[in-house]
């Protein structure tokens, strides 16, 4: 069965600084990851994704995460944080057996001071 | 591009009353899925599709069913209304890869 943890349910930064959340998965088969964002009263949208081929993703607005096999992690990454980046960030695994479902972490609410 | 559509956006029941959260996507995708979002739990898998006429059970499937009729749509059904059901309810779709989202329904029974 896959899973993913996702440390620290709330992280502030200051404006300018490094943005850095934290994903850790269990998968007993190469996974597909993902970063979701999720701005208030509004969907999930897609940040970035890997799928097996280069192991650091960049995706939208300034983020990219890296794929640690050996540390079964996908971290997310901003080297400056922005107060539009306010928003609560999810990690998410789908394994391409069984079901082949996307599974979630309990979220991390990224609060930007000014 | 409409992508996934939920509706209603917001809906207050009563115990014991029944509805149908709607969900339309227009991608053409045969994976579809239905989770429930509550504070500090992250999203939870109710039931999910992998094409019409193919439905199964989530993490969490208990008070909820589902139809699959036809490509496009993929309601789930409340009969039974629990105050347990509050909760926002997302509908989404995925094709090869990546998985998109409706808007949410924000359900609140009282």
């Known amino acids: 069965a896959q899973s993913v943890t996702q440390l620290g349910s709330h992280v502030s930064v200051s404006e300018g600084a490094l943005v850095l959340l934290r994903c850790n998965y269990s998968?007993?088969?190469?996974?597909?990851l993902f970063w979701y964002v999720q701005y208030p009263n509004q969907g999930l949208q897609l940040l970035l994704k890997?799928?097996?081929?280069?192991?650091l993703v960049k995706g939208i607005n300034g983020f990219e995460a890296e794929f640690k096999k050996s540390e079964t992690s996908f971290h997310l990454t901003k080297p400056s944080a922005h107060m539009s980046d306010a928003a609560e960030y999810f990690c998410?695994?789908?394994?391409?057996?069984?079901?082949?479902?996307?599974?979630f972490g309990t979220g991390t609410r990224l609060t930007v001071i000014p | 591009n409409a992508g996934v559509t939920q509706t209603p956006k917001f809906r207050i029941l009563k115990i014991g009353q029944s509805m149908t959260l709607q969900c339309t996507q227009d991608?053409?995708?045969?994976?579809m899925y239905w989770y429930r979002q509550d504070p500090g739990m992250g999203l939870k898998l109710i039931y999910y599709?992998?094409?019409?006429?193919?439905?199964d059970k989530g993490e969490v499937p208990n008070g909820y069913n589902v139809s699959r009729s036809t490509t496009e749509d993929f309601p789930l059904r409340l009969e039974l209304a629990a105050p347990s059901q509050t909760s926002v309810y997302f509908c989404?779709?995925?094709?090869?890869?990546?998985?998109?989202f409706g808007q949410g329904t924000r359900l609140t029974v009282v």
């Open positions: 991608m053409n995708h045969n994976y």
């Open positions: 890997y799928t097996s081929a280069a192991t």
């Open positions: 998410a695994v789908r394994v391409q057996t069984g079901a082949n479902n996307l599974f």
């Open positions: 599709s992998v094409g019409a006429g193919i439905t």
């Open positions: 998968s007993s088969v190469p996974p597909y």
């Open positions: 989404a779709s995925r094709g090869d890869t990546e998985a998109f």
